[in-house]
């Protein structure tokens, strides 16, 4: 397998810990109770090190990494240490870009300021926290650990550490949450000064245990036009604060796009390192098996963890595009679209009109298809309606 020496390259790390199990996660996380024997966290970079090493060997020899973000789970469970040896191992094995952003995922109670420094001084550029809400009734509603204000003060922190990005997450529509509960969660992430905002209305997936209680009746589903009505509140209140939408879920100050995230939305490069990691290379994607003792006895023998993969067909690759292209603020060329003329014309026509697409953007050269703010809310009606 080889890539072109100036294809841009992002590798994403997956750390697949949780203190504590959230009930509306469905991500492929593990606590403590749930790891099989010879998997604990203090050793767990070196199996996720061994596949890096895997990794460079069967790209090409020259290939520069643009962007590098661990995720999870709770990356800073494994600690400082832990983390800046992946990141030595990533520089020791791969072609750095002298720009290269480096993010690390975080609970506010999973870090201290001489963690922060640690990792900034490792070189860490981004950090992104989870504060989800800042209503202690919302809160646990989520079943997050940390209490109001910590996410705030683990953002002030990591400012004082040096890191030059800092982001909050934000989850919005859940059962109980009023626009007030809102508007101080905005309140606290305004003061806390980060760069970049995301926020997500709250699924409901199947098979967690958010899920089980919403079947049991103990807490309603929820109401998606109240979430649209947030998300417009989020997005009046970030606007006026400086930040600008750049992805449907994303906003950022000027310089302070995740360009990690971004190169996912464009259908990038990437390679994904560690239990049920994905990648994507010119077409073709693959994912690792996803329990981490399985993932474990498969590095240590040296043997690939890859459990399976797809080559997209050109068609699949064009709907991909659009799907992704369209959630970022520049939308997607027109001429991209895969479909014919005389059924992409309706279509847009019928967007335009029902204030779905901006009519702005398709009188540019090249004719652009972007959402308005009301399209942003029913992204995925727009791609269906284009993809006829």
Wanted: net charge negative; proline share 5%; aromatic share 6%.
């Amino acid at each position: 397998m080889t890539l072109s020496p100036s294809t841009p390259l992002s590798l994403y790390v997956h750390v697949p810990f949780c203190a504590s199990r959230c009930g509306y996660c469905d991500f492929n996380t593990y606590t403590a109770t749930e790891l099989g024997n010879d998997v604990t966290r203090d050793t767990f970079h070196e199996h996720l090190i061994t596949e890096i090493h895997q990794a460079a060997q069967r790209l090409a020899d020259t290939h520069r990494v643009d962007t590098v973000f661990v995720g999870g789970g709770t990356p800073t469970l494994l600690g400082a240490q832990a983390l800046n040896r992946l990141l030595a191992a990533i520089r020791d094995d791969f072609d750095i870009a002298a720009d290269v952003e480096i993010t690390t995922e975080a609970n506010p109670d999973s870090v201290d300021p001489r963690m922060l420094e640690d990792l900034k001084q490792g070189g860490f550029t981004r950090i992104s926290f989870g504060m989800q809400s800042s209503a202690p009734h919302v809160l646990a509603t989520l079943e997050r650990t940390h209490t109001p204000g910590a996410s705030s003060a683990a953002a002030k922190a990591a400012r004082a550490a040096g890191f030059e990005h800092v982001n909050l997450d934000l989850i919005y529509g859940t059962p109980g949450e009023t626009d007030d509960d809102l508007n101080r969660s905005l309140d606290e992430v305004l003061e806390a000064g980060v760069d970049h905002v995301s926020a997500y209305s709250l699924i409901v997936e199947p098979g967690t245990a958010l899920a089980r209680r919403v079947q049991r009746g103990e807490v309603p589903m929820p109401d998606d036009d109240i979430a649209a009505d947030r998300y417009e509140l989020i997005d009046e209140r970030l606007t006026v604060a400086g930040f600008d939408w750049y992805e449907v879920s994303n906003w950022a100050k000027p310089e302070g796009q995740c360009r990690h995230n971004i190169a996912y939305w464009r259908n990038a490069a990437w390679w994904g390192i560690g239990p049920g990691a994905h990648s994507h290379l010119e077409g073709r994607r693959w994912w690792n098996v996803k329990h981490p003792h399985t993932y474990a006895q498969r590095v240590s023998a040296n043997l690939s963890p890859m459990q399976d993969e797809e080559v997209l067909t050109p068609e699949q690759r064009a709907l991909e595009n659009l799907m992704l292209g369209l959630r970022m603020k520049a939308g997607v060329a027109l001429d991209a679209v895969p479909t014919n003329d005389d059924a992409i014309t309706d279509a847009v026509t019928e967007l335009t009109d029902q204030g779905l697409l901006d009519p702005e953007s398709l009188e540019h050269e090249p004719s652009m298809l972007a959402l308005t703010r009301r399209g942003r809310l029913m992204a995925d009606h727009v791609v269906r309606t284009l993809a006829v």
